[in-house]
């Protein structure tokens, strides 16, 4: 199967999950598809993982192209939506292994804050973790990682398509302790 068609299959089944459905402060008031929540321009809850290594450094992903929100934009976190049922930690967990491989790692918490533009309203909850192992890149989601020092992050930023809603958590949670 060609990367093209996994990753359209991995679409359609990542449009048709349930997720949480908020409120603007943040209270849950059901679950729908990830789709009906995108197209309706309700709120949804998600997480951001920032992964460092032991030497301080950020790893970034480049986003593929058949992703529904910013194909093709780097990434500073990890993460994803929160599933019907499912809390913040355990989908943060799920998310930075799915994504980049990494299981079983301390995850601190960094609060959380609301992300609202009009095609992306979302309650995001901001975690951190660190860790050495080997990156193990989901393919239908992740094109490329590395890591970069805080001034190589800084010049991504500048020259290159990046996440907004990461780059707010990095900027709000994240980049001021740093």
Not at 46 to 72: D, E, M, W
Not at 82 to 93: I, L, M, N, S
Request: aromatic fraction near 8%.
């Amino acid at each position: 199967m060609s990367a093209e068609v996994r990753e359209a299959a991995h679409r359609a089944a990542s449009d048709a999950e349930l997720v949480l459905w908020v409120d603007e402060q943040d209270q849950p008031l059901g679950a729908l598809p990830r789709a009906e929540l995108r197209e309706r321009g309700l709120i949804g809850r998600g997480t951001f993982i920032f992964l460092f290594n032991s030497q301080g450094l950020l790893c970034v992903h480049r986003r593929t192209l058949s992703k529904a929100l910013y194909p093709g934009y780097w990434d500073l976190a990890a993460g994803g939506m929160v599933g019907a049922g499912e809390d913040c930690p355990a989908a943060a967990a799920r998310e930075l292994e799915e994504e980049l491989g990494i299981a079983g790692v301390e995850l601190q918490s960094h609060g959380s804050l609301f992300f609202d533009r009009p095609d992306n309203r979302l309650w995001c909850y901001v975690y951190s973790a660190v860790s050495d192992a080997a990156l193990r890149l989901q393919p239908e989601e992740v094109l490329e990682a590395r890591f970069l020092a805080p001034p190589a992050v800084a010049r991504l930023v500048r020259e290159q398509p990046v996440c907004p809603d990461t780059l707010e958590a990095w900027l709000r949670c994240l980049a001021p302790a740093r």
